[in-house]
């Protein structure tokens, strides 16, 4: 008798989002919905991350009709999304009755899943969206944020999902978004929380591919207890993004273990995305091999990335091996956060202006905040001088408190501001989306008739050619090098495409 | 007390034949040479297979100075081959004098580790090689092709292994090449091999990464007990190619496993080869995510690329999913031979004549002989009826013993041959070269003196473009489409760069 292993697909969320920026449009998707629905996945992770910021910024899709497209188009699949807690999909946090008016926004359109998180595992920024999941009567996982510092061990780890369970999630997931979870940890945590919090607590595991062990891990994990794994179907799969669902399949034959999946099914999904695939190259990641360098300097790919522009933009591209041996100092800084959306981003700005202007000497003002309590509590205590620092630098006093706290009611001013665009149609979820991006929802509440817009492109349409003023080797009408009058012999033209000069001998022969 | 997990490394043998079609030029393995003669390695992979083969084909390479070159630039190193048994590097039986001398020189030239195998685990075809290489007091390891048939079980490959042993192999390789060893399996056999052997017996576990699941098989095979895993440095891994060195060495952190492996080392090798790789752009296996559907059609990614573009030769390239049904039926008939150098060519290049011609309407010379046992001895029975075909066609005889012993001694023969060509050397290893490949040594002896030629290419230069004539909007001397007389005016021109046509406007400004 074999265990049944569940799996959720990342395919319609977070495999395009670490492989391709978030870009795919959602009718690239519909074509792989009947099969995705019909392959026996445990559920379907399609909305939430970046997706709803990519499709108002980017796609000029309604972020809610794409979840209810979802809903009709996989009638019997959970779906599943993430979501950051207390700043929902956004950047910052958002006063407590937003957050329930969100989730159940989210759940009146169809979410069946709500994967919670803080990126600093504080407990605080979760509390509030968990209650309002459970209210709605949908499934809420806790998330603990997996990352590696002298102060997370197995027994943390064991002690924040116990918590988590406390305060009522349905299920506990370890999310590994750089890819660090080894096989070993994944074992021990796993372990651990079955141990702990009993066998019947559901745990899923969540990890990237990025360092080419993980899917080590998930084995290991799925030997601990785990019932529950992550996997991206194989062409959406890899790099940056996830384990081969197929993989994972084929991985468990002849073990005490199974999944219920539909191995002809997944392979139709295969072949559709390995033809979608190429349409995004332009935003593909150019992380595609393994990268174990991560172990080291715990910086997630996209971090890495990020950091590497902003040096570039300084014109101090050479410096970027500084910046890796600074960024781990920041971060035990500033009390070991883990490295996520946004801490990732935050530590790692403040590290490169450290490199280019001297250490502390300029803060960011998300910075700052990070280090006067403004995200939440960290694992480890937070370096007084630059508390101290960023109280200077800001005007901002220290707290201790939950974040939230201090935000008064904020809905109806949020509903004025938003009815009062062009375009916004009045409902809640429009006043939720001018919410999480104000910036962004006029100038998309104003162009959303206009419909969706797909970046996708033929990748075998040639390119649309730039061409240079050609330099003929001699004036018009005359002779050109061999003597004989343009036309009739061959011309050698510079001719520039796609920013490369190439010399063209033309033969006119007709 | 961690157990020493040893690691051969393959970036200079196998990885570049699986990526880049054993393209890669001594020239682009030297500098990284020092660092990995320094990482500790067990041994270091860098001759033999298709490399041999390949130096002279396309390198103008002496593939002898090559080893002599890996001897003193891996002074400290364990150097490997692969070794087709009686078929030497070569594609026909050797008489036995002829894989003494082999041996003898490869020895003498440097080589430490052979690893031999044959093809259709015919013990008959390895025991002279094996015998050659322990009198010259090398390591002699002994293979097993692992495929997976219903004729293939676990004891069959623990039965080999022991047979191995009998015939005096220093260690035991199982080979994975397809990629289909999954962990299950690989531990059942570790195990298997371990029990039925004795604990001291060395096993060596090489895998393919090409469907994403052999990370895990070595997890599970360095459980059972396995000795030595291969693997590839990050930069040259993954696809058709192996698992990333770096990966291993993190994987086993935290477990009752550790290798001996230096990873600042690893960091070098890894950047050097960054680099090299994208200079063989031209020559990279199209293969690059994961493929699973391997498991069903057991055709390794090598022998699919083959047979496709047998196909497309023959204007039949929409006929390869009735080729891929006909393959296990062709390899059914034909006993269950694994599919590895040449017996996946044989049964490949049979299936499409099978689906093009009518099954068994025309059988190719190899695959006839395959049928009347010159390759040697097969676990399944062969079709009779296929046999007797194979005999009428051919006019050969079953036979029933060992090849080679058809043989006659050719040593004196291949030496009056080889030192007959221009430019030969006279030494023994010019007629082994000569004996392995007389079609293309004439031509290499001819032009070795030339020198090594490196087929990388700066992948930043511009491609030559190739200029088909353009066909302009009205005949030549007169005006063009938009009514102007050429030369002065704009001009629409069909310009085909690297196979693609493009329209480009030619506005000549001067």
């Given at each position: 008798m ?8 990342l ?6 989002q670490s ?17 995705i629905?019909?392959?026996g ?6 909305w939430?991350g970046a ?5 108002i ?12 497209q979802?809903r009709?188009?996989l ?6 999304m993430l979501?950051?807690g207390?700043n929902l999909?956004?950047?910052?946090h ?13 759940a009146?359109?169809g979410?069946?899943?709500f994967?919670?998180?803080?990126a600093?595992?504080?407990m ?5 969206s968990?209650?309002?999941?459970r ?5 809420a996982?806790?998330t603990i ?6 102060l ?11 918590k988590l ?9 370890i999310?590994?978004?750089?890819a660090?979870?080894k ?9 651990g ?9 559901r745990v899923h595991v969540h990890?990237h591919?990025?360092?080419g ?16 794994v992550?996997?991206?179907?194989s062409?959406?799969s890899l790099?940056p ?8 399949v084929?991985m468990l034959e002849g ?5 219920r999946?539909n ?8 072949k559709?995305f390995?033809?979608i695939?190429?349409?995004?190259k332009?935003?593909?990641s150019?992380i595609t ?9 715990q910086?997630?790919?996209?971090m ?9 933009q300084?014109g ?13 100092r ?6 070991f956060?883990?490295l996520v ?10 590290a490169v ?6 250490r502390?000497k ?6 700052a905040?990070?280090?006067?309590g ?7 205590p937070?370096d ?8 200077k630098q800001t005007?901002k ?8 706290d201090?935000?008064k009611?904020e ?16 409902s809640?979820e429009?006043?939720l989306t001018?919410a999480?991006f104000?910036?962004?929802?006029p100038?998309f509440f104003?162009a959303?008739a ?5 970046l996708?492109?033929?990748?075998n349409?040639?390119p649309?050619p730039v061409?240079?003023?050609?330099k003929?080797?001699a004036e018009h009408?005359?002779?050109?090098g ?5 036309p ?8 520039k495409?796609?920013g490369?000069?190439?010399?063209v ?6």
């Open positions: 074999q265990k049944i292993i569940d799996v959720t697909e395919a319609l969320r977070d495999a395009h492989l391709m920026a978030t870009r795919m449009a959602m009718e690239d998707m519909v074509p792989a919905c009947a099969d629905d019909q392959a996945f445990w559920s379907v992770e399609c939430g997706t709803f910021d990519s499709c910024r980017f796609l000029n899709e309604d972020p809610w009709e794409r979840l209810r979802f009709k188009l009638p019997h699949s959970r779906l599943q979501l950051r207390q999909l956004g950047y910052r958002y006063e407590d009755t937003v957050v329930d008016r969100f989730v159940d926004k989210a009146e359109n979410m069946d899943v994967r919670v998180f803080d600093l595992n504080d605080r920024n979760l509390r509030r968990i209650a309002a999941v209210r709605t009567g949908k499934h996982q806790g944020c997996y990352t590696v510092s002298p997370h061990g197995t027994a943390d780890f064991v002690e924040m999902a116990q369970l406390d305060i009522g999630c349905d299920s506990i997931c999310k590994d978004m750089a660090l979870l096989p070993q940890p994944a074992y021990d945590i796993v372990k929380i079955k141990e702990a919090c009993g066998e019947a607590t990890v591919a990025t360092t062990v993980t899917l080590v891990s998930l084995m290991k994990a799925i030997e601990a207890g785990a019932d529950c992550d996997t991206a179907i062409s959406l790099g993004g996830h384990n081969p669902t197929e993989s994972l084929e073990t005490p273990f199974t999944t999946l191995k002809q099914k997944l392979i139709k999904i295969k559709y390995a033809g695939r190429p349409r995004y332009e935003f593909l150019n091999g393994v990268e174990t360098e991560i172990f080291d300097s910086i997630p790919g996209g890495l990335s990020n950091m590497e522009s902003q040096l570039k300084q101090a591209a050479d410096r970027v091996e500084e910046v890796l041996l600074e960024v781990p920041v971060r035990a800084d500033a009390g956060p883990p959306t946004p801490s990732s981003q935050i530590v790692g700005t403040q202006f450290n490199v280019m202007m001297g502390y300029v803060l960011t003002g998300e910075f905040d990070l280090m006067l403004y995200y939440g509590e960290t694992i480890g937070r007084p001088h630059v508390i101290d620092l960023s109280f005007g006093s220290p707290i201790n408190g939950r974040p939230a201090l935000l009611p809905w109806h001013e949020l509903r004025d501001g938003a009815v009062a665009l062009e375009g916004c149609n009045g809640d429009d006043v001018f999480m104000p910036k962004v929802a100038q104003k959303r206009n419909g969706p817009k797909n996708g492109k033929d990748p349409a040639a649309a061409v240079a003023p050609p003929p080797a009408g005359n002779g050109n061999n003597g004989n009058g343009a009739h012999g061959p011309a050698l033209y510079d001719v495409v796609n490369k000069t190439h010399k001998l033309i033969n006119q022969v007709q």
